[in-house]
């Protein structure tokens, strides 16, 4: 409680590195919930807008980027690319195949600004996650 009190802006995961530098074995969970049963707040709340309000202002600019899967009949796998326009909340598969590239993402994504035309000048975020695919 007392590092929580001294250093505001420390989260449950710092305090709880900082307790096993001194020695002290104890999970970042158990730290959460001492902070809790406290109600000292284990991190603060930054300010500014949150991610669901800057979603909603931005949604215009935004198109989401990811890989998903299709387990075949054969038991083989296929991936496809899509990408999701926030604003309009249309959906764009832009290819398949069995072993995805960067080049051959690289192309889907070139493939889809020629396809959107005009629209991609008012697209500005990229959405997408950091998985291995």
Same mark, same amino acid.
């Given at each position: 409680?007392?590092?929580? +009190? $001294?250093?505001?802006?420390?989260?449950?995961?710092?305090? !709880?590195? $900082?307790?096993?530098?001194?020695?002290?074995?104890?999970?970042?969970?158990?730290?959460? +919930?001492?902070? =809790?049963?406290? *109600?000292?707040?284990? @991190?603060? =709340? =930054?300010?500014?807008?949150?991610? =669901?309000?800057?979603?909603?202002?931005?949604?215009?600019?935004?198109?989401?980027?990811?890989?998903?899967?299709?387990?075949?009949?054969?038991? #083989?796998?296929?991936?496809?690319?899509?990408?999701? $326009?926030?604003?309009?909340?249309?959906?764009?598969?832009? #290819?398949?195949? @069995?072993?995805?590239?960067?080049?051959?993402?690289?192309? !889907?994504?070139?493939?889809?600004?020629?396809?959107? #035309?005009?629209?991609? $000048?008012?697209?500005?975020?990229?959405?997408? *996650?950091?998985?291995?695919?």
């Amino acid at each position: 409680m007392r590092l929580a +009190k $001294e250093n505001p802006r420390w989260g449950h995961r710092r305090i !709880q590195g $900082e307790l096993a530098q001194l020695g002290h074995p104890i999970a970042s969970s158990t730290v959460w +919930k001492i902070l =809790r049963a406290a *109600d000292v707040d284990p @991190a603060p =709340r =930054r300010t500014g807008p949150s991610w =669901r309000d800057f979603l909603a202002s931005q949604a215009e600019a935004i198109i989401a980027a990811d890989f998903f899967h299709i387990d075949t009949i054969t038991g #083989g796998r296929l991936y496809a690319l899509a990408f999701l $326009e926030h604003g309009s909340r249309r959906l764009h598969i832009t #290819g398949v195949t @069995a072993h995805p590239t960067a080049q051959w993402a690289t192309q !889907q994504a070139r493939n889809l600004t020629a396809d959107l #035309g005009h629209r991609i $000048e008012s697209l500005v975020y990229v959405l997408r *996650d950091r998985d291995s695919n």
